[in-house]
């Protein structure tokens, strides 16, 4: 995921929110928060717990993109018995994944910002706040407006498999098979078998075969040879 127009770091861009002491805590570039879930069938479950969803360089200054990794997601599994739902919005589908902001409470604070604003500009000068040696006035804060999440690109990437046991019996409905390709068409593995003999790759028993092309001949003409 790649994000646009972010700030070099959290911290600062909300500094005077912590120092007002609108926010209770200070923000970290690792603040913000979310949680990968799946919505199957109206019902919704949590894939994992929460990750950043922003990402420092080797400076610990916000990276503009940001892998998420998952691996081997629990309760999800091929569903070949639904049915596509014809249309272009994601929430009417039956299956969709979605990343949800869980922490912090306040999201990135828009609703804070004028509170924040209001006390900045109503401080008297000897409002201050001690951070070790050094004293700052509430009054000198600057106060940066709220990020507003923007997202320049989404990839995708995953990888999938799925086990097949030709020795369990098999039906017509089954959602995965293995087929052959033929030089003149293809079949199911399955009804080539011979004794329960499977072939991964076709096996051809005749030593040679020979294939006669005529041109120009079209049914119902015959031909003698």
């Not at 940001?66 to 639904?82: E, R, V």
Request: proline share 5%.
């Amino acid at each position: 995921m790649e994000w646009m127009g972010l700030t070099q770091d959290f911290s600062t861009h909300y500094e005077a929110y912590s120092r007002t002491e609108v926010i209770t805590n200070a923000i970290a570039n690792d603040s913000f928060q979310a949680s990968l879930k799946l919505r199957d069938n109206r019902s919704l479950v949590d894939i994992e717990t929460s990750k950043p969803i922003f990402a420092q360089d080797s400076d610990n200054k916000l990276s503009n993109a940001i892998h998420f990794n998952y691996d081997k997601i629990p309760y999800y599994s091929l569903d070949t018995s639904t049915v596509e739902t014809d249309t272009d919005d994601p929430f009417e589908q039956n299956r969709y994944f979605k990343l949800e902001l869980e922490s912090p409470d306040f999201a990135f604070a828009h609703d804070l910002y004028p509170i924040v604003l209001n006390k900045v500009a109503l401080a008297t000068d000897k409002e201050e706040v001690v951070e070790g040696t050094s004293i700052i006035k509430i009054k000198s804060l600057t106060v940066y407006s709220p990020y507003t999440p923007e997202v320049k690109a989404i990839s995708l990437d995953y990888t999938a498999s799925v086990e097949i046991d030709l020795q369990a019996s098999q039906s017509e409905q089954e959602p995965s098979k293995i087929f052959q390709l033929h030089p003149f068409g293809y079949a199911d593995i399955l009804s080539l078998n011979q004794d329960k003999q499977y072939y991964l790759l076709p096996n051809y028993h005749e030593e040679g075969t020979l294939y006669i092309g005529i041109r120009n001949l079209q049914p119902p003409q015959n031909i003698s040879i």
